[in-house]
């Protein structure tokens, strides 16, 4: 692969980004490229959290402009299935992805983190969604996924300003997580991840699978769901081990992720 990297340390798979010639602009075969990586990180059942960052100055800057410029409807709307599909497929991971915001997150980049289980900002990160400044709109989910994660209003406002903002205001809208100084952000990135990759890693799905329940559901269903979903995991032998851990006064646990 050339221009993204995949790595593993522990239980977490590490994804780097690494086209600084243009910013890391998503086209088709960039796109391919991270779903190579990605397959690698869902083929290995030890893999239990997944990081996602850039290198250089840019996380990602947007969709290439220049790939995109000549595009019919017919073509776009073909092409769009790469950025709309990576997008659902990041979201639809059944472990957790971190994304370590480096830089830029443009427009398909903003978007691919919105796709993110959890953001994490350097402090020099800069965000925004300036589609509109180029006479169109997000074709991979933008529209969709930042009102749920900032409210309507403000999403409104990033859209149609075609704004880009800065970690400061990212944290104040809950766009991201947490702002950490540059030279921190993988160590800060792989503290959450080890966090979570400590608990049980098929309660860890669980949760991630309920908690995405309750964008299609209400109040009554998600609950229901929750319930199945929580007892089925007395059936695994992790939860014997959680649980026994406690009672047995022990320390750390060591889950066995099945
Ligand atoms: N596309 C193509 N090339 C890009 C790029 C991009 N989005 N962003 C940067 N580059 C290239 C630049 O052209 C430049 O190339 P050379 O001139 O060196 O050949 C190189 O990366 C370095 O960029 P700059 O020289 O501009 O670097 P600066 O530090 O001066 O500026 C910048 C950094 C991030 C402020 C600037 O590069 C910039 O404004 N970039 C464009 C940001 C942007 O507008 N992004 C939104 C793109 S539209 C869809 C899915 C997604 C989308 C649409 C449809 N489907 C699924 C339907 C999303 C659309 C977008 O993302």
Known sequence: MENVRYEKRGHTGLITLDKAADLNALNAAFIQEINNALDQ?????????LIL?????????????????EKDR????????????LNLRLENMKIPVIAAING???GGGLELALACDIRLASQSVKLGLPETSLGVICGAGGTQRLPRIVGEGMAKELIFTADVIDA???????????????????????QIADAIGKNGPIAIRAAKKAIAFSNVSSIEEGCHFEREVFSRLFETEDQKIGMGGFLRKEKNVTFKNR
Do not use: C, H
Not at 41 to 49: K, L, P
Not at 168 to 190: C, H, K, S, T, Y
């Open 41 to 49: 990180a869902e083929q290995d059942e030890d893999v239990y959290v």
């Open 104 to 106: 830029y997150a443009l």
């Open 53 to 69: 960052t850039g290198t250089g100055k840019a996380f990602i800057a947007g969709a290439d402009i220049a790939e995109m410029y």
């Open 74 to 85: 017919a073509a776009i709307m073909e092409w769009s299935a790469l950025g709309s599909g």
């Open 168 to 190: 400061r205001q990212a944290l104040n809208i809950g766009l991201v997580n947490r702002i950490v100084p540059a030279e921190d952000l993988m160590d800060a990135a792989f």
